[in-house]
T-cell receptor, first 116, second 109 residues
Framework: NAGVTQTPKFQVLKTGQSMTLQCAQD?????MYWYRQDPGMGLRLIYY???????DKGEVPNGYNVSRLNKREFSLRLESAAPSQTSVYFC???????????????FGPGTRLTVL | SQQGEEDPQALSIQEGENATMNCSYK?????LQWYRQNSGRGLVHLIL?????REKHSGRLRVTLDTSKKSSSLLITASRAADTASYFC?????????FGQGTRLTINP
């Protein structure tokens, strides 16, 4: 099993360009998450999808959109990139069965994005 | 403000020594989790402690939880160079995890 995979690993954009970060998991998990991590800071939740067909805003959703394409895939789109979106982006997934309090998350390797 | 806050922000010790990191949180929880992040990599789950547990062990890791003080500690015994990483505590809220800012641990040879 590959776990959680993300593409691309690195990306450089110019201000105003758009791009989509891809994430896929092969663990049959219900929930998927997008985080950003800035230097010296913890992870901040951008969007999450508690189950296939649903998406919700996290702590820092402005400037981003997401699509839960199917149970496996959860993409993050930057419509008009800004320098403030320079960050490392992590995708994660968890089983999150209904009523379960156990929600260990499994993380992808990250995408390092620079917006000039 | 952060649900979980780690202390210290950075810790540097000699190989073989023990390392202790602390986490404080604000709201009631049903479990608390610790993660490790090696430089440039994604986070890896280390251990979960439930709210009705006071202590849990996993190899060289020992986690304690004091719900009355809303705090947890992670102890790494007999540290190794490979333990150099950032360590984060995380608390679940609904179906999300809220992470602290992390403790950066450096093990010196």
């Amino acid at each position: 099993n590959a776990g959680v995979t993300q593409t691309p690993k690195f990306q450089v954009l110019k201000t105003g360009q758009s791009m989509t970060l891809q994430c896929a998991q092969d663990m049959n998990h219900n929930s998927m998450y997008w985080y950003r991590q800035d230097p010296g800071m913890g992870l901040r939740l951008i969007y999450y999808s508690a189950s296939e067909g649903t998406t919700d805003k996290g702590e820092v959703p402005n400037g981003y959109n997401v699509s839960r394409l199917n149970k496996r895939e959860f993409s993050l789109r930057l419509e008009s990139a800004a320098p403030s979106q320079t960050s490392v982006y992590f995708c994660a997934s968890s089983e999150s069965r209904w009523g379960s309090s156990y929600n260990e998350q499994f993380f992808g390797p990250g995408t390092r994005l620079t917006v000039l | 403000s952060q649900q979980g806050e780690e202390d210290p922000q950075a810790l540097s010790i000699q190989e073989g020594e023990n390392a202790t990191m602390n986490c404080s949180y604000k709201t009631s929880i049903n479990n608390l989790q610790w993660y490790r992040q090696n430089s440039g990599r994604g986070l890896v789950h280390l251990i979960l402690i439930r709210s009705n547990e006071r202590e849990k062990h996993s190899g060289r890791l020992r986690v304690t939880l004091d719900t009355s003080k809303k705090s947890s500690s992670l102890l790494i015994t007999a540290s190794r160079a490979a333990d150099t990483a950032s360590y984060f505590c995380a608390t679940p809220i609904a179906q999300k995890l809220v992470f602290g800012q992390g403790t950066r641990l450096t093990i010196n040879p």
